[in-house]
Nanobody, 128 residues
Framework: QVRLVESGGGLVQPGGSLRLSCAAS????????MTWVRQAPGKGLEWVSS????????FYTASVKGRFTISRDNAKNSLYLQMNSLKPEDAAVYYC?????????????????????WGQGTQVTVSS
C-alpha cells in the first residue's frame, strides 16, 4: 500500500535551517506530483509547496518563497524540503502528500481530501 514517511524535523533557532525528507513506497513515485503541507498548533492545514513528477516545476506559498526549496530524487523515491531562514511562524507539523496544488492564496488552506495520500508528519519547532 501507499506509504509516506517524513523525517528531519526538530528544534531549530530562528534563522536556522532544516531539511525534511519523505520516503515513499507502494506506488510509482516518479509518476506522481508531490506536495508539502503544514499544520501549526491550533490551525488548519496549509499548503506549502508542490513539485511535478520530474521536479521540473515547483510552486510555493508566498510566505516561504525564497526560503524553502522543494526537491525530489526519483531514484531514491524521496521528496525533500530544504528550509532556510526559519521563523517562529514556520513551526508546525509538516506532512508530505501525494498530489499537486499551485495556490495563489497565502495562506492557502487545504483539506486531507485535496491529496491522495499523507504521511504521519514531522514536527518542526522554531524557538530560541
Amino acid at each position: 500500500q501507499v506509504r509516506l514517511v517524513e523525517s528531519g524535523g526538530g528544534l531549530v533557532q530562528p534563522g536556522g535551517s532544516l531539511r525534511l525528507s519523505c520516503a515513499a513506497s507502494g506506488f510509482s513515485f516518479s509518476e506522481y506530483s508531490m506536495t508539502w503541507v503544514r499544520q501549526a498548533p491550533g490551525k488548519g492545514l496549509e499548503w506549502v509547496s508542490s513539485t511535478n513528477n520530474r521536479g521540473e516545476n515547483t510552486f510555493y506559498t508566498a510566505s516561504v518563497k525564497g526560503r524553502f526549496t522543494i526537491s525530489r530524487d526519483n531514484a531514491k523515491n524521496s521528496l525533500y524540503l530544504q528550509m532556510n531562514s526559519l521563523k517562529p511562524e514556520d513551526a508546525a507539523v509538516y506532512y508530505c502528500a501525494r498530489g499537486y496544488l499551485a495556490c495563489s492564496l497565502d495562506p492557502c488552506s487545504v483539506t486531507r481530501d485535496d491529496f491522495g495520500s499523507w504521511g504521519q508528519g514531522t514536527q518542526v519547532t522554531v524557538s530560541s
